[in-house]
Structures are given as structure tokens and as C-alpha cells.
């Protein structure tokens, strides 16, 4: 069985050996988002990137996080 001790789905194995993150919190550098989410999109998980746009759409990836949105994949949001 493998160890998941902060319970975000990320093995402590792959946390501290492949991404480089801290097996003990879910969001090992305090920016908000999980370290889960941020490996799934190829963020940087041991830096603080809330306010990076990678896609360049004028929606920080913490706005992407909190919309369930894809932070490397261009939609300009509608607006109202």
C-alpha cells in the first residue's frame, strides 16, 4: 500500500522523490491551490504561482483553481 499521509492522492513516494513537494501538507507551497491540482496541470508545486497566467486568458491560475477551470487552456470568460 502506498502512503498518502496529507490525503491529497499524491503517493508520499512520488510527493518527495518526483515532484518535490512536502508529503505531510497538500499544498506544499501555502499559494491556495493543491499540490494535486497543480501536478495535474504542470504547475509549480514548491512555488508560489497563484498569480501566474500560463494561458494568457487574464485569469490567474488561482482563478482557474477556483472556477474548476484548466490554467493551460485559453478561454476568455463571458462576461455579464
Same mark, same amino acid.
Given at each position: ?6 490525503? *491529497?492522492?499524491?503517493? *508520499?513516494?512520488?510527493?518527495?522523490? +518526483? ?12 499559494? +491556495? ?5 497543480e ?6 508545486? +514548491?512555488? *508560489? *504561482? ?14 482557474e ?16
Amino acid at each position: 500500500t502506498l502512503n498518502d499521509t496529507d490525503g *491529497d492522492t499524491l503517493s *508520499d513516494g512520488y510527493e518527495v522523490l +518526483t515532484l518535490g513537494s512536502n508529503p505531510n501538507s497538500n499544498d506544499t507551497d501555502g499559494d +491556495t491551490m493543491p499540490d494535486w491540482w497543480e501536478a495535474q496541470h504542470g504547475l509549480k508545486i +514548491t512555488l *508560489d *504561482d497563484r498569480n501566474e497566467d500560463p494561458d494568457d486568458d487574464n485569469v490567474v491560475n488561482l482563478g482557474e483553481y477556483l472556477m474548476e477551470t484548466n490554467p493551460n487552456e485559453r478561454k476568455i470568460p463571458v462576461s455579464h
